[in-house]
């Protein structure tokens, strides 16, 4: 079993950043594919990014050029990188762990971007 627990969420100005960090407990992700996605207020969750177990990375088109994501398989955890964050990033981000069939989700993490 594999529990992911999300930090650095938070308040931030249009324009800033954060970083948000996902730790794995319990068990190594070194060969699951890790992912962050994101829930908006109304709206369906969606897919931020995505890093497999090789360090091959997927970004939906919204978040490409501002957002990354990096793993470190050392310290069982994995990062998104936000920047040049806008309103419309706000949401509820949740780090995924998948290797087919198994999935874990943590248990979210909200992220406002507001002046």
């Known amino acids: 079993q594999v529990q992911l627990v999300e930090s650095g969420g938070g308040l931030v100005q249009p324009g800033g950043s954060l970083r948000l960090s996902c730790v794995a407990e319990g068990r190594s992700i070194d060969i699951y594919t890790m992912g962050w996605y994101r829930q908006a207020p109304g709206k369906e969750r969606e897919l931020a990014a995505t890093i497999a177990s090789s360090g091959s990375t997927k970004y939906a088109d919204s978040v490409k050029g501002r957002f990354t994501i990096s793993r470190d398989n050392a310290k069982n955890t994995v990062y998104l990188q936000m920047n040049s964050l806008k309103p419309e990033d706000t949401g509820v981000y949740y780090c995924?762990?998948?290797?087919?069939?198994?999935?874990?989700w943590g248990k979210g993490i909200l992220v406002t971007v507001s002046s």
């Open positions: 995924n762990g998948r290797y087919l069939p198994i999935n874990y």
